[in-house]
Structure formats: structure tokens, C-alpha cells
């Protein structure tokens, strides 16, 4: 168990560094910055929960995110209570979940990937068409100030809030890998008929898993609408939202605790930063860097950042055999 | 009558369509057939080629004449790319190809944008402008080309999949590599032709789009997004099933952008992918 005392001590670490940056910082784009880098790690863990860990490659998962915001932008509009987003949000996400993964999460490989952007373009027309979700104008929050409206002038809270939510999420996740469902996953993953001829329940366990996630996805898209104050199907639902959180999760490592902060913290500061200092995203600068990251990473680290270094660990510790029986089994 | 005649005119037009799916679609599908990758930077390189083709244009060179020299220049780019990159992808689990594919994807996106800005090149005074007018049907003469040479290039894949030496090798390989290397087949040539043909594929298809399509940095993803689809639903590694997936896909597409709204025109298509898939989950003609 002194693997799991090394997570918390890490995760306690962390904590303090990002309170003290939330408190210490006065620049508000630096903290814009924190902000979406913890928005973009739960998002990617939330993703890595169905991708890495049950290992259904989604790139869809942007419909979770936009249950969140969306959730906030109609109940805020109809002036109900942010927190009661959340709520509604993680409903909405978990019914959603249900109904796409029921018939989808039993496809293999590609096909299943292209269903889940099927499936997000029909949601993403859906969200187009229904008249209470505004169509193409989607929602803009309005200004307000204060623990009960869910907004604030400056960024710390946010930071703090997206802090509270990532620390939930990795202890969950933290969870799921010493659960029977972790295990379950991760036995699915590596060879399901294998798994499915001990009794290991394919649907039952996978729709548990995508549940799960699609709540998180939904708590991070209350938090994104609740700090941007505008909510459209472009800005929550586009196939490219899908991806970069696809590319964080993978780049971290798939199935791994720290791989979507990792992730995250590469695509903040490479696609975020590196824009704001080259002068906009316009010129294309970012995606050169960032793309020619991913593929490096691909090509000599194909496990990911953290995934890299968890087998280099195991392989110090001589404990690599338990993988390599894994990966043969698959 | 002429509700008939509208949907007559619907279905030349959604075929027409379809043909450029399938052109774009073949060199998608035959690559994942020989080795397990979906180049999700196929719609990059079919962007590469449009810059190529548009190029061309401006020094003299139309589209027609140019499409012989497009593609083997796209020849010669997939192999380099599968030499460099894609070969190492192999080496790595599953998901390496998926997300290298993806890198690829941006890069090229990325330089695209760099060097040529987002501004969009329209070949000037494109031959085939013209709309041709059989009764009542309006055909634009362009698009006829474009299904003419989707034909072509497909006929041409498949004849060369089914009877030449190396396209046999490549059949051989698709079906069970550890067979073929015993066989005596170089998988790595295999894979290197294979890789280096549906770049080329995206080239002829670069060349003829240029006729009707300007080119733009992410030209390719509008196109590749529809040829996963199309891919899909025909079944992956089937050439036949991306013919046959094309042509419904173009033709669900166009009548949902008329009956429905040309915003909610993708929504038929993706309603009969999730249909098919999840009755026939290895999709209209593919192997289980």
C-alpha cells in the first residue's frame, strides 16, 4: 500500500503548490491558465475511465462536457441555482450514458471510435434543433458576483473549485484502480472473451464505467460554463473538443493515474501558451508543436508520458512480468 | 411529377456525391485492410494534394494533366511517411497508430496554416465549369468528371487488389501476416506499397476535388471525417464496401440537406451508420 501513500503525498503536494498559486498569483491570465489545465485533466481522466482503463476509444466525449455547461446555461437562464447544475448535469450525463452506451460500447475497435463521433454529431444536432436549448445562439450567462451565483471577478475560486474537482476525481480514480471494477476493466481491456468466459459481464461493467465518467465530464462542463458565461454547440460540442481530450488522455498514458494531468499539462502549455506568446492560434505555430509532440510521442513513447515511466519503474522493481503477460493475453 | 423529378434530380446529385466520397475513401480503406491502420491523416494528405494540384495550376499545368503527377508525388510522400513514421507506429500497442495518425493530423494542419495561410486557393479558371442538362436533370460537368475518375481509380485499385502479383501479396498479407512471411512476402514492402498507393489514392482524388473544391488547410478533415464514416459502414478493408458505403452515404447526405436542412444534412447518415453497425457490427461488406 505504500503505492497508494506515494499518490496521496503527491496529490496532498500538489494541492498545496496550486492553493498557494491560486492565493499568490495576481495574473489573471496565469491563473486562466491553472483553471483549464485542471478542467482539461478531469476531463481527460474522465475520458481515461472508458478509453484508457476499459480501453473503448471514444472521440466523443465532448457531449458530457456539454450536459455540464449546457445544464448550467438553461437552469441559470431560468434563474435556479448554479449548484443545482451539477445535479441535473450529472442526470442528464448518466441517462445520456446509458442510452449511447447501451448499444454501443459491445463494438470493436474502430467501429465503436466512429460511433461515439456519430453518436456526438446526432446529440450535437439534437442540441440544435430542441427550441429551450437555443439552437445555434446557445446561452450567455449573466454577470454576477458571489458563492451563490457560482461566479466570481477574479480567478482564484475558479481555480480552487476546478482544484476540488480534480482531487475528487483522482481519489476516485485512485479507487477504481484497486476496485473489482478497475480490475474488471482492465481484464475486458486486455482480452474480453477471456473475461467473459470467467463471468465478467461486459455491458454491465462498462456501462458502470461510462456512467461514472460521463458524471465527471458533466461536473467539469458546469465549471466551464460557470467561467466562461457562454455556452454554444461549437464551443462545447465540436469534434475537435472531443479530440483534444482524446490527445490528453493518450499523451499522458492510457490507463494510468497521473497520465490526463500530464496530458493536460502539456496541451495547456504547448497549445494555450505557446499561442498567447506567438500572437493567436491563427498562424498555426501551436498545432506545428503540438502535433509534432504527439507524434514523437507516438513513435518513441507510444505508452505516453506517465505510462513511460510506470514501466520503467516496474522494470527497476523486476515486477514488468505481470505486463508483459497482459499484453500477451491480448 | 415534380416532386419526382426533385428527388430524380436528388438521387444523380447524392450519387455524384457519393463517387467523391469513394474516391477519397478507397485509399483509406486499403491501407486499413493491409495493416490494421486508420490513417486519420488521410484527409491531410488529400489536402497536400489539393495545394499540389492548385500549384500546378498556377504554373500552367490543369488538373487532369497534373493528376498522373500529384499522385506519384503522394506516392512517393506515403512512402516516405510509412518509412519514417508510420513503420515505428506498427512496433508500438494499437492505440499508437490511432493517435500518431492523429499527430500527423495537426502537423500537417499546423504547417498548412504556417505557410500558406487559411486563405482559400481556388484553381482560377477551372476546366468543366459548365453544368450539362440532360431533360430535366442539371449535372455540373465538374462533378460528372469527379464520379468518372472515382469509378476509374476504383476499378484500377480493385483489379489491381484481385490480379496483380503485388496486390495478391497484399490480399495475402490482409489476411493472415504470420502466413505471409512464411510464404516468403516482405510484409515491410507490402505495407510500404500499400501505405504509399492510398496516399496515392488521395492524390488522384486531391487532383480532381481541385476542380470544384478550393483548397484550404483543413479542406482535408471535411472530407476524411465523411470517408471514416463511409469506410465504416462499408465495412473496414473492404474496397466494395467503400464503393457501396460512398454511394449511400452521398446519397442519405443530399436528401437530408433538402428534405431536413443543410445543417442536419449529416444526420441521416450517421442514424444509418449507428443501424448498420450496431445490427452488422463489421459493417455492409466487411469480415468479421
Request: net charge neutral; aromatic share 10%.
Amino acid at each position: 500500500m505504500s503505492a497508494t501513500r506515494g499518490h496521496l503525498l503527491a496529490l496532498g503536494a500538489l494541492v498545496v503548490a496550486l492553493v498557494a498559486v491560486a492565493f499568490g498569483v495576481r495574473d489573471q491570465v496565469t491563473l486562466e491558465l491553472v483553471f483549464t489545465f485542471l478542467l482539461y485533466a478531469v476531463l481527460g481522466q474522465s475520458w481515461n475511465w472508458i478509453s484508457g482503463y476499459a480501453g473503448n476509444i471514444s472521440f466523443g466525449h465532448a457531449i458530457f462536457l456539454a450536459c455540464g455547461a449546457y445544464a448550467s446555461g438553461v437552469l441559470v437562464t431560468a434563474g435556479w441555482s448554479p449548484w443545482l447544475a451539477f445535479v441535473a448535469a450529472a442526470l442528464a450525463a448518466i441517462v445520456l450514458a446509458v442510452v449511447t452506451g447501451f448499444p454501443t460500447l459491445g463494438l470493436r475497435g474502430h467501429y465503436f471510435s466512429i460511433a461515439t463521433i456519430a453518436v456526438a454529431a446526432l446529440v450535437e444536432a439534437c442540441v440544435r434543433v430542441v427550441p429551450w436549448l437555443n439552437g445555434a445562439n446557445g446561452f450567455e450567462l449573466p454577470i454576477r458576483n458571489g458563492w451563490s451565483a457560482l461566479e466570481f471577478a477574479g480567478k482564484t475560486n475558479y481555480v480552487l473549485l476546478a482544484l476540488a474537482l480534480f482531487v475528487a476525481v483522482q481519489l476516485a480514480t485512485l479507487a477504481l484502480e484497486r476496485s473489482r471494477l478497475g480490475f474488471y476493466l482492465r481484464a475486458l481491456r486486455a482480452n474480453y472473451a477471456a473475461a467473459a468466459s470467467v463471468g465478467i459481464d461486459e455491458r454491465r461493467w462498462k456501462l458502470l464505467a461510462f456512467a461514472a465518467s460521463a458524471v465527471m465530464a458533466s461536473a467539469a462542463g458546469v465549471l466551464y460554463a460557470q467561467d466562461t458565461l457562454f455556452v454554444d454547440p461549437p464551443s462545447v460540442l465540436a469534434l475537435s473538443v472531443s479530440i483534444d481530450i482524446a490527445l490528453i488522455g493518450v499523451v499522458g498514458g492510457l490507463g494510468t493515474l497521473w497520465g490526463p494531468a500530464a496530458g493536460a499539462l502539456v496541451y495547456v502549455v504547448l497549445a494555450k501558451g505557446v499561442a498567447l506568446h506567438l500572437g493567436g492560434s491563427g498562424k498555426g505555430y501551436d498545432l506545428v508543436i503540438y502535433g509534432a509532440i504527439i507524434c514523437l510521442i507516438a513513435a518513441l513513447r507510444p505508452d505516453g508520458i506517465v505510462g513511460t515511466i510506470v514501466k520503467a519503474a516496474r522494470r527497476r522493481r523486476g515486477t514488468l512480468g505481470a505486463d508483459a503477460f497482459a499484453a500477451e493475453a491480448a | 411529377m415534380e416532386a419526382l423529378s426533385t428527388f430524380g434530380q436528388l438521387l444523380v446529385a447524392g450519387l455524384l456525391t457519393g463517387l467523391v466520397f469513394a474516391l477519397v475513401a478507397v485509399g483509406l480503406t486499403l491501407v486499413y485492410g493491409v495493416m490494421d491502420v486508420v490513417n486519420f491523416a488521410h484527409g491531410e494528405f488529400l489536402m497536400l494534394a489539393m495545394y499540389a494540384a492548385f500549384g500546378l495550376a498556377l504554373v500552367g499545368i490543369g488538373p487532369l494533366v497534373g493528376l498522373p503527377l500529384v499522385a506519384i508525388a503522394l506516392f512517393l510522400f506515403g512512402i516516405v511517411v510509412y518509412r519514417l513514421f508510420i513503420r515505428r507506429l506498427l512496433a508500438g500497442p494499437p492505440e499508437a497508430t490511432v493517435f500518431g495518425t492523429f499527430g500527423l493530423l495537426v502537423l500537417m494542419q499546423g504547417l498548412a496554416q504556417a505557410l500558406f495561410t487559411s486563405d482559400y486557393r481556388s484553381v482560377p479558371d477551372p476546366p468543366f465549369a459548365a453544368t450539362l442538362h440532360l431533360g430535366a436533370l442539371a449535372l455540373p460537368q465538374a462533378a460528372l468528371v469527379e464520379g468518372l475518375g472515382a469509378i476509374v481509380l476504383t476499378g484500377a485499385l480493385f483489379a489491381f487488389i484481385e490480379y496483380a502479383p503485388a496486390g495478391r501479396a497484399m490480399r495475402a498479407v490482409s489476411e493472415d501476416r504470420t502466413a505471409a512471411t512464411l510464404m516468403g512476402i516482405d510484409v515491410q514492402r507490402i505495407n510500404t506499397l500499400a501505405f504509399g498507393l492510398g496516399a496515392a489514392c488521395a492524390g488522384a482524388a486531391g487532383a480532381l476535388l481541385v476542380l470544384s473544391n478550393p483548397a484550404y488547410p483543413t479542406v482535408g478533415a471535411s472530407f476524411a471525417l465523411t470517408a471514416f464514416v463511409v469506410v465504416a459502414l462499408g465495412g473496414f478493408g473492404s474496397i466494395a464496401g467503400a464503393l457501396l458505403g460512398a454511394l449511400v452515404v452521398g446519397v442519405l447526405e443530399v436528401l437530408g440537406g433538402y428534405y431536413l436542412s443543410p445543417e442536419l444534412k449529416m444526420v441521416p447518415v450517421y442514424l444509418a451508420y449507428l443501424v448498420v453497425v450496431l445490427a452488422r457490427p463489421q459493417g455492409l461488406l466487411g469480415r468479421r
